[in-house]
């Protein structure tokens, strides 16, 4: 029998045993997935607790169930505090990324006149929010200049206007879903502590791909998914939200009988942790899933797969840069696993449906997912190419074989 272990990294071994790895994955055998920032593979031990609850659910009662797996479903929160260098009670379950930072902004006072400084490759979703909390409640949006050439946000000129305006919230996504930029957080995060800003970060697309430490970035708020490189379930998420801020009082509008104790008939009173932005019910075969996931990621290494996974893509990056009619996109110094390019003489659906049909998984980014980026970039649509750890480099080259070859075939 395989040893279940021996896909893991071990103390000073460097390298991942990927045919370990990938036998784990089922999906590797059907499949090139390179749209891991879309929904990363889920490996065996992912699915197999969510099917185990699953019919511990229609065996016993869902009630039974959870109450039979509390240790498991806790351990949502205390994998996810060990991953990202904090404590269980300052972890919340969500639905998705982007419910928790609507609850994390609903926490938020805000009032006319309000600024909010984010940058202009934060994600489509919280920008859509910025702007409805300005129609709503006057808020101002501020937008932080970037670097020439693509190369993200200035942080210096973000200080700037940190000092001038006083934001009540500074934003800033670590990760971009429509380029590889990785935006300089922790320089963000020592900006806003020095300044006692409210700071929340996206960290949906590294979380999973890099060694995430929430003091290291020094933000009271923090947003990702389980679906993308941590390899978790669909309809997961999370929030992160520290110490400072939940001493100061934040909450969520919409508090519930889980977030909050009814003390008197005109009175409540919210839970001490972070457990206040989570609500009663939870979808406990995806919880345990996400638990599964996080530990599946802390045993493979957040360091090996931090070395490998950036690595992959910018091989990718490299072979796509040399196809004639390919423009590669990603700005910054370091891109993250996220590829992305245009393409001369192809429209976006038939290239991904030529991908799609040579059995490779990628996705396609719009100019409405990214109004500032792809204006300067001059483009309508890229697609993005994602590998992750798991992935091998004939993969690569088979991928980038098969952009050069449809390239060349333009239609
Ligand atoms: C950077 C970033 N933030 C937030 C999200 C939203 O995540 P979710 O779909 O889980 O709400 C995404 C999804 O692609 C993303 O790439």
Redesign the pocket.
């Known amino acids: 029998m395989r040893n279940e272990n021996s896909a893991f990294n071990h103390g000073a071994e460097p390298l991942l045993d990927l045919t370990a790895l990938r036998a784990d994955t089922p999906g590797c055998e059907a499949v090139i997935h390179f749209n891991n920032?879309?929904a990363g593979l889920m490996p065996r031990p992912v699915l197999g607790a969510m099917l185990d609850h699953l019919r511990l659910e229609a065996t016993i009662g869902g009630y039974e169930a959870s109450a039979a797996r509390a240790a498991e479903v806790e351990d949502f929160h205390a994998s996810l505090a060990e991953l990202l260098g904090t404590r269980p009670g300052n972890i919340a379950f969500a639905a998705?990324?982007?419910?928790a930072?609507a609850k994390a902004l609903s926490a938020i006072d805000f009032r006319p006149g309000d600024v909010i400084l984010t940058t202009r490759n934060d994600?489509v979703?919280?920008q859509i929010a910025f702007l409805s909390l300005r129609r709503r409640h006057g808020v101002r949006i501020v937008h932080a200049p970037d670097l020439p050439d693509g190369g993200g946000v200035d942080v210096d000129a973000m200080a700037v206007l940190m000092r001038a305006h006083r934001p009540r919230l500074v934003a800033v996504?670590h990760?971009?879903?429509n380029s590889g930029l990785v935006q300089p957080v922790a320089e963000v995060g020592r900006h806003c502590r020095e300044l006692d800003l409210l700071y929340l970060v996206?960290a949906?697309?590294s979380v999973g791909q890099y060694p995430v430490d929430v003091d290291r970035i020094g933000c009271d708020l923090l947003t990702a998914?389980c679906?993308?490189f941590l390899r978790g379930p669909r309809g997961s998420?999370f929030l992160y939200v520290s110490d400072r801020a939940l001493a100061a009082g934040y909450e969520p509008l919409h508090i519930d009988m889980h977030g909050a104790r009814w003390v008197a008939p005109g009175h409540y009173r919210p839970v001490a942790t972070a457990a206040r932005f989570e609500e009663w019910e939870f979808p406990y075969a995806t919880v345990l899933g996400c638990a599964a996931a996080v530990r599946y990621a802390l045993r493979v290494g957040l360091e090996p797969i931090a070395r490998r996974t950036p690595a992959l893509a910018g091989r990718l990056r490299e072979q796509l840069a040399a196809v004639p009619g390919v423009r590669t996109l990603d700005g910054g110094p370091d891109p993250a696993a996220l590829v992305t390019f245009a393409i001369e003489g192809w429209e976006a659906e038939p290239f991904k449906e030529a991908l799609d049909a040579r059995g490779i998984n990628s996705a396609l980014s719009y100019r409405e997912f990214a109004q500032f980026d792809f204006a300067d970039k001059e483009v309508s649509w890229c697609l993005r190419l994602s590998p992750h750890y798991y992935n091998t480099e004939d993969e690569v080259d088979t991928v980038a074989g098969a952009v050069a070859e449809l390239a060349g075939s333009i239609r």
Do not use: E, L, M
């Open positions: 920032a879309g998705s990324a982007t419910h930072y994600f979703s919280n996504t990760v971009p879903t996206d949906c697309q998914t679906r993308k998420g």
